[in-house]
């Protein structure tokens, strides 16, 4: 192992290495804490020839990569294997944390062509402001876009809040870089919405964790920057009349809808709990809450116009209770609080099971009213914090100990709600996870729901790409 260290500094030098197990147990540990390993280095390249070195060291000495970019993600899938699970697939050799977040050039905008080139540590959040000095929007977004970087963004094919009019991440990149396992850098970073010469290479590394290669830079799309946006939360009676107001809001305003967020009262009265700046804006409590969004290139003035008399059908058509418009960017910000504080809200109540799933758009009040009983019958006082983006059907389905309930003895049973939750999600013919990927937590949980033909087919293409077995082992398969 030293001369593998001491070839690795050769490769990246003093500060492209670390060594030290108390700062590397920071690389080594996911955000929830719920996984931790020792690796026997973390090593930071800070280019894509660097990177390749280091992966063709790798692959010499059959040394495990789990590459890693802002470790935002999870479902433990950028910590390294543990104990018995890194020898059951292969890593018992040992393991090294690849950390891209020193690859954070952005090394190209074209505007004209609405494209903009960056490596895999660019920053989400950078990445967005240099579309925007370049008055154009890059629109991914997410909770945790200021520490988030686009090439853990692009292996879990992260989704967010504005997937209703611009798609997921697999829809937003045109061209990648990777480094294969062996080393090698296939070089696909292509500006071109129309190339038809074969199999779309680039979508094989889109959502795999990094377990059939790294990326090391990306060709994203741009849009033109939107001049307006008008906000507003709405309350309703139901999921289902949410799923009304959402087939009304398209209508009416086309692909100017760009949010559609559904939370339920519970979550809401958790942030005013723990958040007790922040207000809702009515005078009472209702059982629904869907957060809408319309952007555009147009004056705010038009944009108002059009929501508010959006708004005034859907209430004459009893689709909503009461609804409050912002009426400037600050109002619309505490709006957006609102939702986006839920998370932080949970983590003050205390633990619970979590859950990211997505079932067809047209399904999900189905879907909810049956996994809360199916819930309530086998663990009764359970409450449900259900939240998400109602308009791309992918739900934050998370479950509560009853209240007072002894937290660690529901914890403990964390499997056999999942189970619930999930069955539930394959009755409807939805997906396990919706945008959180599977990492090591949800590993062994797809084999439930996936057909052996499709498990099948995935390993055969990790073993096409990865013979040796060292990219990301553990993860996905």
Known sequence: MTQLIERLHALVGDAGLVTDPQEAA??????????????????KPASTAEVAAVVRLCAETGTAVVPQGGNTGLCGGATPLAGEEAGRFGAGGGQIVLKLSRLSRIRAVDAVNNTITVEAGCVLANVQQAAAVADRLFPLSLAAEGSCEIGGNLSTNAGGTAVLRYGNARDLVLGLEVVLPDGQIWNGLRGLRKDNTGYDLKQLFVGAEGTLGVITAAVLKLFPRPQ????????????????????????????R???????SAFCLSLVARYFPATRLPFAQAYP???????????SAANLDATLQAALAEASERSLVLDAAVAASEAQAEA????????????????????????????????????????????????????????GDGNLH??????????????????????????????????????????GQYKRDEILRYKSPLEMELMRRIKAALDPQGIMNPGKVL
Request: proline share 4%; charged share 20%; aromatic share 8%.
């Open 228 to 255: 307006a946006r008008a906000t507003a939360l709405v309350a309703l009676e139901s999921p289902d009349k949410a799923l009304q107001l959402l087939s009304h809001m398209q209508g009416a305003c086309g692909d």
């Open 335 to 390: 709006l957006w609080a609102l939702r986006e504080n839920i998370p932080e809200a949970q983590v003050h109540e205390g633990k619970q099971i979590k859950h990211d799933v997505s079932v067809p758009i047209s399904r999900i009040a189905e879907y909810i009213a049956a996994t809360d009983a199916d819930l309530q019958r086998a663990f009764p006082g359970v409450r449900m914090v259900t939240f998400g983006h109602l």
């Open 257 to 263: 809808l760009t949010g559609f967020e559904l939370m």
């Open 288 to 298: 629904q809450y869907v957060l809408l969004e319309l952007s555009d290139t147009s």
């Open 26 to 43: 920071i690389y080594a540990t996911d955000w929830r804490k719920r996984y931790f390993a020792k690796p026997l280095a973390v090593v």
């Open 397 to 438: 389905y998370n479950v509560a100990p009853p209240e007072g309930g002894d937290e660690a003895a529901f914890m403990a049973r964390a499997g056999e709600v999942s189970r619930v939750v999930h069955d539930s999600a394959a009755r409807f013919s939805g997906s396990i996870s919706a945008e959180h990927g599977l």
